[in-house]
C-alpha cells in the first residue's frame, strides 16, 4: 500500500483527481470503477473543471459503479445513479452506453442480475482503476463486516451503523433502504489498481484498522493489504490514527525524489 498524505480536504480532491487524470491519460480506453459518497464528489469536480478547463478527454473511458441503493429508482433524487450523473456524468464526455451503474429497482432474478453485472466488467476488460470510499466500520462498496473478503456482485442487507449513516441524504420520514446491490471484494480486489480516499475524523479509526490492523473480514477495507498496486489517499484527520504516519512521510518523500512530476504508482 502507498499511503499519501495531504493537509485537507481540498488537497484530497485535487491529488484524488490528477491520479484518475493521469491514468486517463496513459490509457484513455481506461475502465473505472467508481464510488459514491460525500468523499469522492470533491474529486469529482475537480475532474469536471479538468475537462472543462484543461481539455481532459473522457470519451473512450468506461466505468462500472460500485453499488446502489435496493429498490431505489435511478430517477430519485438519493440514488447513487443520480448522485453519479450530477456529479461527474451529466459534466464530461464519457459516452452514456459505456456508463454502469447497478439498477437499484432490477427484479426477478436478483443473483442472475448480479452475475451479469460481473459478466459486463468482464467483457470490459476488467477495471483498471478502482476508486474507493470507506464506511466508518471500514466496509469499501457495501462489503459490511463479515462480508467474504473472496464476494462478488450480490444483494447485502446493511448494518443499523450504516443505515443510519445514510438516513442524513433521505429526507424526513422517508424510508432509508436496508440493503444494497454492491460489487463483492473479490470483485474490487480484481481490480489491477485501487484508490482509497479517506476524509475527515470519522473515518480516523475505520482507515486505522484498514490499513495497519489484521486481515479480517470484520473490516473489508483491510482485504486491500492482500492487493499490490494500492493508494491511500488520506487528509490529516483520517490519518491521525495510524501509528507510521512518519514512515508513510518517508516513502513519500523518497517517491517524490525517484519519480519526480509524476503519478505515485503504489508499489507493495
Ligand atoms: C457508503 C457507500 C460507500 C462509501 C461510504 C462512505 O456506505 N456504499 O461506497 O464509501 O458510504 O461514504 P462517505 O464518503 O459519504 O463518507
Known sequence: MLVVLVADTAALDREAARIVAHRVREKPAITLGLAAGSTPLG???ELVRLHREEGLDLSGVTTFSLDEYLGVAP??????????????????????????????????????YCAEYERQIARA??????????????HVGFNEPTSS????????????ATIEDNRRVFAEGERVPECAITMGIGTILEAREILLLGAGPAKREAVARAVEGPVTASVTASALQLHPQVTVLLDREAAAGLRHLDYYERVMRTTATLTPGRAARPSG
Request: charge should be positive.
Open 43 to 45: 474529486m469529482y469536480r
Open 75 to 112: 430517477s430519485h433524487p438519493r440514488s447513487f445513479h443520480r448522485f453519479m450523473r450530477e456529479a461527474l456524468f451529466d459534466h464530461v464526455n464519457i459516452p452514456p452506453a459505456r456508463i454502469h451503474v447497478p439498477d437499484g429497482t432490477a427484479s426477478g432474478d436478483l443473483e442472475a
Open 125 to 138: 476488460g476488467g477495471i483498471d482503476l478502482q476508486v474507493l470510499g470507506i464506511g466508518r466500520d471500514g
Open 149 to 160: 473478503l473472496a464476494s462478488r456482485t450480490r444483494i447485502k442487507t446493511l448494518t443499523l
